[in-house]
């Protein structure tokens, strides 16, 4: 798809300033500028996306959008590991990062996409990658399904932009709309994978989706990446929830069954214990807070802070622990003491005052080793915590 002048090139300059590049294409006459800098910023996207496709030579990277909307390495391997079977079929293959290694876990796997060009990256792409098991179709997903056999698996990842390009996040809003496609495709496939927004809110989904056995919040280093609705025709009653964060050093996982928040008896801190942990972005986002502090036995600090505490060390606890080493009030000379730090990261939660404020307040730079939450206890009383991280 490139000429030789051009992928020479792009080896040579594959870690050079894109904008830099850009401005100098009348000094390169014989290269295609416009496609090789395309091709050396998706490389360098991909070095910290995705580090094993980065390390094939030859592969081919779509636009910027594109690559901005893929999964990431990471991620597309969590969902890797939830599918097996004969027959698979991705109905919005995209880049085709997430059918790339789904599919390496069937026999028999079709990527569709409408998008031509997108099309021809793939084909080129999963012969690099090996996937030999892949079929590539170009064309409408929902008019295509009724052509393909049946399968153990549908992946589809609904665009999230309308038709003038403006960001949607209802189901509905998206395309396809996999709302009134539901039982269209578990007529076809006993197991559908939805993934969607993380801005999604999970029950209104789960209340338009009649067959939903599993929804997992996934989070990539304490950022929410993706949720993703598991489908089943032979749906028992409830669902359950798993708040995955996936860090370098592992993966945090947090199970719940639907209507466990309702019925957990949580407990509120009479005041601060040694430990203060915070709940990871997976579990922030599932919302399963009084779940938590039942099943760890640690104490919430107030219903609406969503932090937590104990005399003794949890050392599982999906989320960042710290060490308290000292908990004041908010008067001046209570502020006074804290200004001495000079240093440290703040942190807010249900306090009257924002992160910037009250830095301005504290007269603190941000960084360093002191930790400070600043929030509510169940008493109502406005406190400073000062931590130390110990996870």
């Known amino acids: 798809m ?10 040579k300059h594959r870690n050079d300033d894109i904008r830099t590049l850009a401005l100098q294409a009348k000094r390169h006459p014989g290269i295609d500028m416009r496609e090789a800098v395309v091709q050396i910023e998706g490389w360098q996207q991909a070095r910290e996306k995705l580090p094993a496709w980065s390390a094939v030579e030859g592969v081919i990277y779509p636009p910027k959008i594109s690559m901005e909307q893929c999964s990431s390495e990471y991620t597309a391997k969590y969902k890797a590991a939830l599918t097996s079977g004969k027959r698979f079929a991705d109905l919005t293959g995209g880049f085709g990062i997430d059918f790339s290694y789904i599919a390496r876990n069937f026999s028999e796997s079709y990527y569709i996409e409408r998008n031509e060009k997108l099309c021809g990256i793939a084909t080129a792409n999963f012969s690099l990658l090996g996937l030999d098991n892949a079929t590539v179709m170009n064309g409408n997903s929902e008019e295509l399904l009724a052509t393909l056999p049946q399968l153990d698996w549908i992946f589809v990842d609904p665009a999230r932009r309308d038709g003038d390009g403006r960001k949607v996040v209802a189901l509905s809003d998206c395309e ?9 495709l ?16 999970i029950t209104m989904a ?26 089943q025709s032979d749906k028992s009653v409830g669902y359950k929830v798993h708040c995955i964060n996936i860090l370098k050093e592992g993966v945090q996982e947090f199970t719940f069954e ?23 972005a997976s579990i922030q986002k599932a919302g399963c807070h009084n779940t938590l502090s039942q099943r760890i036995g640690a104490d919430k600090l107030h219903p609406n802070s969503q932090l937590y505490t104990s005399k003794e060390l949890i050392p599982d606890f999906p989320g960042r622990i710290f060490e308290v080493v000292e908990v004041t ?57 000062i931590c130390k991280k110990q996870k």
């Open 2 to 11: 490139l000429d030789t002048a051009t992928i020479e090139f792009i080896a």
């Open 329 to 385: 009030g908010f008067s001046k000379a209570d502020i006074k003491g804290i200004q001495a730090l000079q240093k440290a990261n703040i942190t807010v939660r249900n306090f009257p005052e924002n992160v910037q404020q009250l830095r301005k307040r504290l007269k603190l730079s941000d960084g360093g080793d002191n930790y400070i939450f600043a929030t509510t206890l169940a008493n109502d009383n406005k406190v400073l915590i």
């Open 258 to 280: 639907q209507d466990e928040e309702h019925n957990s008896v949580v407990t509120y801190c009479k005041e601060v214990g040694k430990y203060l942990y915070e709940p990871n």
């Open 186 to 201: 578990l007529s076809k496939s006993d197991r559908i994978m939805i993934k969607c927004s993380p801005m999604l809110d």
């Open 176 to 184: 396809p709309n996999v709302v009134e496609l539901e039982e269209a």
């Open 206 to 231: 789960c209340r338009q989706l009649k067959h939903v056995v599993a929804v997992h919040v996934v989070a990539f280093n304490n950022e929410c990446k993706e949720l993703l609705f598991i489908l």
